[in-house]
């Protein structure tokens, strides 16, 4: 799909307030709002935009920890790493997982109330999951710049 300036307009909207009303979306990116329901509906069918979420303070929510946590595994390309994968996906604490180049093969992002509670985690859930040969954690001190608007000015085809 080539994205012209409209949708990039239309995107970078959505992202600052994705509860926009169709109305004010199509008059802050200059169209109507039919043409604006259109091009919205297409970047959804697109996989362009792939859902609607609301931003939660962590804090707020009693999760003041956040981990960073580098995981190497026994053997990057088999059937334990596949497992680890696998694994991953059902453990509520961990909100992303990216498979990374470098000394390890996974790097995870943990949110949990505090410093117990990721002992727990560590010890009777992450150093149990399959095929885990070492994992280092790495404590945030403070959030500098926290996950926002995506980029969206160099793009021209997605």
């Given at each position: 799909m080539i994205l012209d300036d409209l949708d990039r307009r239309i995107l970078a909207a959505l992202q600052a307030d994705a509860r926009i009303s169709n109305v004010d979306l199509a008059a802050r990116v200059g169209l109507s709002p039919s043409p604006c329901l259109r091009r919205v509906r297409l970047l959804e069918e697109a996989g362009v935009i792939a859902g609607y979420h609301a931003s939660l303070d962590r804090a707020a929510l009693g999760l003041g920890l956040l981990v960073f946590v580098s995981v190497k595994v026994e053997r990057h390309h088999d059937s334990g790493a596949d497992a680890f994968r696998q694994a991953v996906q059902d453990l509520a604490e961990v909100v992303s997982?990216?498979?990374?180049?470098?000394?390890?093969?996974?790097?995870?992002?943990?949110?949990?109330?505090?410093?117990?509670?990721?002992?727990?985690?560590?010890?009777?859930?992450?150093?149990?999951?399959?095929?885990?040969?070492?994992?280092?954690?790495?404590f945030a001190i403070a959030t500098v710049k926290a996950p926002a608007a995506l980029p969206l000015g160099h793009l021209s085809r997605v």
């Open positions: 997982c990216h498979l990374v180049s470098g000394e390890a093969d996974f790097l995870l992002q943990v949110m949990l109330p505090d410093l117990p509670a990721y002992e727990r985690f560590l010890l009777e859930t992450l150093l149990k999951l399959p095929g885990v040969k070492d994992i280092r954690s790495n």
